[in-house]
């Protein structure tokens, strides 16, 4: 079992920055897969970025509409996940949730962007 305890949410001003932590606690291994996704109202939830824990190193991915805003990193003991997101918009409005592996999820921190 693995726990996920997402935080950091809140209400910012279009253009301002938020930082989101995940701590993970249970079974954590340092060889897999994390990530934060989205979900606005209305609409589906979408990958936003991950990192891939191997034993080379990790690699990280982002969806399109966050790459160069939003950078994803994991600390070295793998127990925490962070999200850093710059210059945020209104449409960045939604409730983030951190994933480890393929089947744990958090249950998520509210970001609101306001105009």
């Known amino acids: 079992q693995v726990q996920l305890v997402e935080s950091g949410g809140g209400l910012v001003q279009a253009g301002g920055s938020l930082a989101l932590s995940c701590a993970a606690s249970?079974?954590?291994?340092?060889?897999?897969?994390m990530g934060w996704y989205r979900q606005a109202p209305g609409k589906q939830r979408e990958l936003v970025a991950q990192?891939?824990?191997?034993?080379?190193?990790?690699?990280?991915e982002y969806a399109d509409f966050v790459k160069g805003r939003f950078t994803i990193s994991r600390d070295t003991a793998k127990t925490r996940l962070y999200l850093q997101m710059n210059s945020l918009k209104p449409e960045d409005t939604a409730a983030y949730y951190c994933?480890?592996?393929?089947?744990?999820w958090g249950k998520g921190t509210l970001v609101t962007v306001s105009s």
């Open positions: 994933k480890y592996g393929v089947t744990y």
């Open positions: 249970g079974r954590i291994s340092s060889i897999t897969v």
């Open positions: 990192v891939t824990s191997g034993v080379h190193g990790d690699i990280t």
